[in-house]
């Protein structure tokens, strides 16, 4: 069996991220944050060393401006729905999620005005066309760092220094580069990051967060949802400092204790190791992919430009054929179809057809690259 | 009042409290989370425990890694 669904999910996880869930829930089990005695530490130190591993991954200088939560979703809800009122005005790309788009339409009916700069049919996007796009009541600018359907890399360090130049936030969706792309929050000018734990961070499912930049006034800032904090108890207003004022209700500590293994993985091995193997790989496939007549394969065919993740089709059969032959015929799991982002196959001219998503992660080796171009090439010929 | 051994730093929370730990830790000044004396809050978490000779110091500490404090107590 080949993995190829690392944009999804990454799989396998490393070594030590289950022993750490398990470690908690056999050995720690205790609230964090609620009550004082040892376990509860314990698991309060758990958490704690989570926040600092993913402040020091992002060179994020505060770890408590970070913010658990389930997945980068909730982080993009917090800082959209948190921050955007009636009349300002939010830009974002053409390349987008349904994490980011669904929030700002809804936002939209509210009165939220929304500008979506167009990106290429490759999926790239001209920082000049975001510079032009600011309008002296636009408040933030939210981006994907990369696309989920082709991987493109969209230029964050490049609009990070427009949005200081103009005094705009900028908002980023680190969905499918956390841990896979540096990313250092300070040196890119980025405000609000969003990540997820279960892809590139490489922990489990329910797991993500928001790092909350300096620039962003936390007096301003609604929480999603309001409750116990273990903090502040003899109040009945919800907190108003960070992390506590965003984090109602129990955490996933579990779930918390398998990223900070994740995430000790990703640091010992180094994103730059990482983003070298995964580029290596991804030049592989796309290069393989481009020889095979009748394959189409979407993006900038650019490694140096990209995640992991190639999005192709194969001329005379559906997507969704594909992705049951590869599964069935040669054991290799894949996505298929508008993965979620309408607007970015709206984009790459793939709507609504959609595309075989082939996501690949640090586990994935050249051999099963090699395995999978056989099989996708076998597929063409017997299309043809 | 002379003689208290030790002293409690209260901080907003949890959070800050594993943070506090962390910086003096770094400092290498011993420190020990305890649960927060009924008499001095009514909160239901952690405070930070340091000898009351290092008072001063942890003060000076953890005022240069921005970390928030609400008070210090003798215990």
């Not at chain 1, 921050?83 to 999620?97: C, N, Q």
């Not at chain 1, 309008?135 to 939210?142: D, E, F, G, Q």
């Not at chain 1, 200081?164 to 040196?187: C, F, K, S």
């Not at chain 1, 496939?285 to 394959?295: E, R």
Request: charged share 20%; hydrophobic share 45%; with cysteine.
């Amino acid at each position: 069996m080949i993995y190829f669904d690392n944009a999804a999910t990454s799989w396998p996880k490393p070594p030590g991220v289950a022993e750490a869930m398990v470690h908690f829930l056999n050995e720690v089990g205790a609230n964090p944050g609620r009550s004082g005695h040892r376990l509860a530490v314990e698991a309060g130190r758990i958490v704690y060393q989570a926040r600092e591993a993913v402040a020091g991954l992002f060179g994020a200088p505060d770890p408590l401006r970070i913010v658990f939560g389930q997945n980068a979703t909730e982080a993009i809800n917090l800082a959209l729905n948190g921050l955007l009122r009636p009349g300002d005005h939010v830009i974002t790309s053409s390349m987008e999620h349904n994490s980011v788009m669904r929030p700002l339409r809804a936002l939209e009916r509210q009165g939220v005005e929304l500008t979506v700069v167009p990106c290429t049919s490759a999926g790239f996007l001209d920082p000049a066309d975001v510079a032009a796009a600011i309008r002296p009541h636009t408040a933030l600018i939210a981006l994907n760092h990369a696309s989920n359907v082709v991987g493109t890399l969209l230029p964050v360090a490049e609009v990070g220094r427009i949005a200081r130049e103009h005094n705009v936030l900028l908002l980023v969706d680190a969905a499918q580069t956390a841990g896979a792309y540096p990313i250092h929050v300070q040196a890119d000018g980025i405000d609000l990051l969003a990540f997820t734990g279960h892809k590139s961070l490489y922990g489990p499912m329910g797991t993500g967060g928001l790092v909350i930049g300096e620039r962003v006034d936390v007096s301003r800032l609604e929480p999603l949802k309001r409750g116990g904090t273990g903090s502040r108890s003899e109040r009945e207003e919800q907190p108003d400092f960070l992390p506590d004022m965003c984090e109602s209700g129990t955490p996933n500590a579990v779930g918390l204790a398998g990223l900070g293994a994740g995430l000790r993985w990703v640091r010992e091995r180094g994103v730059d190791a990482i983003r070298a193997h995964e580029m290596i790989l991804t030049q592989r496939l796309i290069d393989g992919l481009l020889s095979i007549p009748g394959v189409t394969v979407y993006g900038g065919h650019d490694a140096a430009r990209q995640t992991a993740t190639v999005s192709f089709n194969i001329a005379g059969l559906d997507c969704s054929e594909v992705g049951l032959r590869l599964d069935e015929e040669h054991g290799i799991l894949c996505r298929v179809g508008l993965h979620c982002a309408p607007a970015a196959h709206r984009t790459l001219g793939t709507f609504p057809v959609g595309t075989v998503r082939f996501g690949l992660g640090a586990f994935n080796t050249a051999d099963e690259v090699d395995a999978a171009l056989l099989a996708v090439a076998r597929l063409a010929r017997e299309a043809r | 009042m002379t003689g208290h051994e030790y002293a409690v730093i209260l901080v907003p929370s949890t959070s800050h409290a594993l943070r506090a730990e962390k910086v003096l830790q770094q400092a290498g000044i011993g420190c020990k989370l305890i649960p927060v004396p009924r008499q001095l809050s009514s909160d239901c978490g952690v405070c930070v425990r340091i000898g009351r000779a290092d008072q001063e110091a942890a003060l000076r500490v953890l005022d240069a890694a921005r970390v928030e404090i609400e008070g210090i107590h003798d215990l």
